[in-house]
């Protein structure tokens, strides 16, 4: 299926060669030599794509649908490209996804800011807004904020005081941002908070709970997206800082004074307890949670539903709740299994005994 | 206790007669020859009605409140009837609940568009709104937009350019939904976000992330209700499908290319990972989460906080993380239980010897 | 890292005279006889406070840190003076952080509203708005609301028709508030959902589902703050309550009718189904969740992503999911930990055998 045009204008047919210059992609050995010329109206998923339009073909496993696909053209790695479609044409790449990417977005160039200002939005008087940044209807800038150039504000997003908008920025409805310094190319989807006061307070002597001041700020690097309603507090003294490119997806909360390395993807509804380290390319799958006050290594990779109650080596896998390293975590899982008889006789249990001698 | 009266007006009194040719449902035999003309001022629960009130019975298990109800009528079953006190009506349904539920909005009717357009809306010129919607304060109807009869927009509801309503939707405060074709009487929650860009990219060479494109949206079905701050995100190619009738509760995630079957029943928290299909019926308990690609057979009833990593049966009862089926978790649950000897004398553990051999 | 003084202007330099006496806080003896005249700018952590600004060391594990300050003055208990650095000054307390958060108070003062209107909001004719409230931005008041001495509705707020605030309360962008009424002092951070239907419904014999009127309303107590984009339902009959200076942190789903008591702690992502009771001062890690219908004792402890399906005791502690006693859970982690050989020949697990016997 194509981008519907309802919600996706496009600009309209391309050929061929413009979109091979534009994302740095070849066409195999072989194919027609006026194949560049032949103009194409859009990108689509293989099984859905029709002669006028471009596909991509990742791994082997989708072989099955690649044989019946009517798509005019597919974006695949070499070792695939003898499993094309007679008159189907083969674009050669390494990357598949990322130059499908690439021809997708020449297709659906990503929109920037052209000094578009609704007349009912409210932008303080102190505030430094871009010439070319687009304020959508009842957007709020607040006082001594700083719009960079090319950002988008959409309906109802809300900047508050003395936030600093890198160039490109994206703030989609109903987000807002207080207290926080954004990098170049970040994106809020609807709904985001950034900036709140973190959960921080103190028990009084009679059972009441006094708030500590929570001082801090955001720091969100470039290239930083967060996902639509999700959350992360400001630093209580000291910031909260999420690294360069980190992919945060919906309903995460990050919490005051947590540090991200660069290029961490955290997945929807992932939960990181306050001043937690995350180090460069962590990935937390779904519902994945960590305490506070402990640091996960480069590149580990914590499960779905993981809870992280201690440090994390730098590039482990770790599963379950209480978090241990994967291997354990799947041997103990087998284990347990082995303790009740399967009710199918075809899988029946070895006998516990034998187990214990393992 | 009645509705408060601060927030639900309500029609005021109504003879029960007319409340019950509304419902559907009739009096106890026996019930004196004049009840229908008594005048009720509303419902209320079992153990808070007053003598003017009608409130319901759903289960035995709810005699004790029963016996001792001051309520002027109770819907319940025909074998619970002789149960009821002196005095109290007995009104006789297959299934109280709903037929409370009828007579609950005889007191108080669903409210419907009928044409109130704020002044400080941000209607756009080419959007269609119908005449007997109403659009409240600060409002937005993007580019082409079609708003059905009788839609209500809240207050700070966004809806996007090219987005379809159907007859009778109600978008709640601060509510935003894009690129999405809506049906009949589907209902936003507060903060609902339907319609963002789904968590798709791509590594570069270089380890940064490039978007990729996502060119779907998003189909909400009739009578889909959406809960607050609850997410929807858009297809990536082709579209993210919400079934007729499904009920998606507060804080849930759904991802990109998800598809969902009719009357699905996704409780607080939930999460599904993308493309990931439910069939008809499909029920996940609060905080269950499924990963992605993977299909759950109609009717399936998945546990509180389960994570279901592989495809489902229909009909099946899965539990645990990983979820499998309740009876072999419930069985590993005792047989791990039984490792541990308890600590109260009372509940010896029985010799794990002994269990080995069961 | 002092507060950020683009976001935080604070009101100046202050004598610690001052600072001591609006917290109720001493120097400890044989502090130099001049020190109250010393002015000092603001607060900061440990360490990285300079010699103008204030810190904290609540406990001995902090030692390594105190002795490397460069902090002009450290609250501290009167066992650790000790240790303090020379020519540091040492305040005092027998609960540091508390005065610690008093003085950080005294530098960045709680705002309060002063009357500010902005031109863009719209409040409803018939709402009570005090004269010192603050109304920002595109805010909303509802028909019939009422709000309180010293208010402030940051942009975006939106308070429902018939709403009650009581004193001082703030709703921070983006929440809304329905249907319910709010004591002294509550905080609402951004995006949070107050009032909203909850999830209840009844199927009809032909597989549809009928929403139940949700005819009950919200009261939450004097200093309950509700954190971003949590949620709190509406009752169904009767109300959903949250008990005085209970602390909701960001993305907590709380169904309807729940009741908590006063001083409760709901961590992040916590999930709490309706109907269930919350004595006071129960704590709920972080994606704990717990079943509807059920009593947690007072000062009950639920461990992170525990998952209580039964009445839990007075001061007992849970983990686990399903949760049960701390202690038995942790057993039998152990337990099935000792099931599988652990695979460096360092840590050998226990003849399995001799467990058995222990």
Redesign the interface.
Known sequence: ????A???AGIGPQHLATLLAGSGAALAEGSPADAGARAFTG???LA?AGPDEISYLEAARHNSALAGSRSGAVVLRAEDAGLIPAGCLAIIST?P??T???I??LF?P?PTGSGQR?S?A?IAATAQVARDADI???A?VGE?AEIGSGCILH??A?V???VVLGEGCVI???A?V??AVLGRAVVL???A?IG??G?G?????D???????Q???VVLGD?V?I???A?V?RGA???TVIGR?T?V???V?I?HNVQTG??CVL???V?I?GSTILED?VQMA??A?V?GHVRIGAGARIG??A?V?NHVPAGADYLG??AQPA??EL???A???R??P??KPAVAAKP??EE?G?
């Open positions: 299926m194509a981008a519907n309802r919600f996706f990108v689509a998923a859905e990357a996804a990322l499908f990417s690439h997708a977005k659906h990503t609704h009912l409210a959508g209807a009842f709020v001594g309906p109802h809300v508050g005081p003395g989609h409805s109903h807002s207080s207290h989807h609807p709904g908070r709140q006061e959960f307070f103190t028990p009084t002597a059972g009441r709970f006094i708030t500590m001041p001082l801090g700020s290239e997206e996902g639509a309603n959350c507090d003294l000291g910031d490119g992919r997806d919906n309903l909360q919490g660069q290029g997945v929807a509804q939960g307890s390319r779904g519902q949670a305490v779905a539903q809870g109650i709740s209480p291997r354990q041997r103990e899982i284990a347990v299994r303790l009740v399967r009710s516990v005994a214990k393992s």
